[in-house]
């Protein structure tokens, strides 16, 4: 184990069982300034020995669940236990750590993102992609309520514009990274969702109320049980007997119903807003 420390920021774990590729992870860990500490393991048993590590400091993060890390950096391909699954082993804690996956296997992608990695980053990484992941673990820290006395906190930063999530599709065989801005809406589908886009549409295993929570602020919204919608998207809004639809644009006109809990919401984020603005002008 080594470590790298600054006086705040997130604590992180690297793991990768090549002395280069954690040399790297360590120095682009270390080097931002959202990381307070950097520790690293070459492998998923030392990853987890550490995680129960009696080190005074370490074991002082301990608060009721919380984990001594907020974050796993790690490989997917080691000896021993693989990073798939030392995922599976950390989402067993009742407070899992936020996970992500630094590695040079494409193939990997989906099954990554049904274990529950927060993010995929492709190798070799750069301080800017490194930097998009800790930005998306800070705002998972935020809204869990990981809110952490034993450090100043600093405020958290709006996804950047160019910030868009991937979503690895199985396709024949192969996968695809469909870009969340090509997204137009998000049909529930049982325990999975199909992501519609204007080329077609597309079966993850990713539940929809998932999908809501991750997506909220990129600007998507939930109109009904079944639907979640990119409001960017939303060209009409439209009213009749049996309650409110909308209309989206973006390739083939589509109409979606809204229903009766949903409503208030929606016209606040698609007619207030406007309205206010207007009346300030």
């Known amino acids: 184990m080594s470590t790298r420390e600054n006086p705040a920021g997130l604590v992180v774990l690297a793991v990768d069982d090549e002395r280069a590729g954690l040399d790297e992870m360590?120095?682009?860990l270390g080097s931002n300034?959202?990381?307070?500490?950097?520790?690293?393991?070459?492998?998923?048993?030392?990853?987890?020995?550490?995680?129960?590590?009696?080190?005074?400091?370490l074991a002082g993060r301990r608060d009721g669940d919380e984990s001594i890390v907020d974050a796993v950096f790690a490989d997917v391909s080691m000896?021993?236990?693989?990073?798939?699954?030392?995922?599976?082993?950390?989402?067993?804690?009742?407070?899992?750590?936020?996970?992500?996956?630094?590695?040079?296997?494409?193939?990997?992608?989906?099954?990554?993102?049904?274990v529950g990695a927060l993010d995929y980053i492709m190798k070799p990484a750069n301080s800017e992609r490194v930097d998009r992941a800790l930005?998306?673990?800070?705002?998972?820290?935020?809204?869990?309520?990981?809110?952490?006395?034993?450090?100043?906190?600093r405020q958290l930063e709006a996804p950047a514009p160019d910030d868009d999530e991937v979503?690895?599709?199985?396709?024949?065989?192969?996968?695809?990274m469909?870009?969340?801005?090509?997204?137009?809406?998000?049909?529930?589908?049982?325990?999975?969702?199909?992501?519609?886009?204007?080329?077609?549409?597309?079966l993850v295993r990713i539940p929809l109320a998932q999908l809501e929570e991750r997506w909220s602020e990129a600007g998507f919204l939930r109109i009904h049980r079944s639907f979640l919608v990119s409001l960017d998207l939303v060209t009409e809004l439209r009213m009749s007997s049996?309650?409110?639809?909308?209309?989206?644009?973006?390739?083939?006109?589509?109409?979606?119903?809204?229903?009766?809990?949903?409503?208030?919401?929606?016209?606040?984020?698609?007619?207030?807003?406007?309205?206010?603005n207007w009346d300030e002008q």
Do not use: C
């Not at 599709?169 to 192969?174: D, I």
């Open 79 to 114: 000896p021993g236990l693989s990073g798939m699954e030392l995922a599976r082993v950390l989402a067993a804690f009742r407070n899992p750590p936020a996970l992500v996956f630094i590695t040079g296997h494409e193939e990997n992608a989906l099954e990554a993102f049904e």
């Open 167 to 176: 979503i690895p599709v199985e396709l024949g065989g192969t996968t695809r």
């Open 178 to 202: 469909i870009p969340r801005k090509e997204v137009r809406w998000v049909e529930a589908q049982g325990d999975y969702a199909r992501l519609h886009t204007s080329e077609g549409s597309h």
């Open 33 to 57: 300034p959202r990381v307070g500490r950097v520790l690293t393991a070459f492998d998923a048993a030392e990853a987890l020995r550490l995680m129960r590590s009696d080190d005074a400091e």
């Open 135 to 153: 930005r998306s673990i800070e705002r998972n820290k935020q809204q869990n309520g990981g809110g952490d006395d034993r450090q100043p906190q």
């Open 242 to 276: 049996s309650g409110y639809s909308v209309v989206l644009g973006g390739g083939s006109e589509t109409e979606l119903p809204v229903s009766r809990r949903h409503t208030r919401e929606l016209k606040d984020r698609l007619v207030r807003a406007p309205r206010q």
């Open 26 to 28: 360590n120095y682009l």
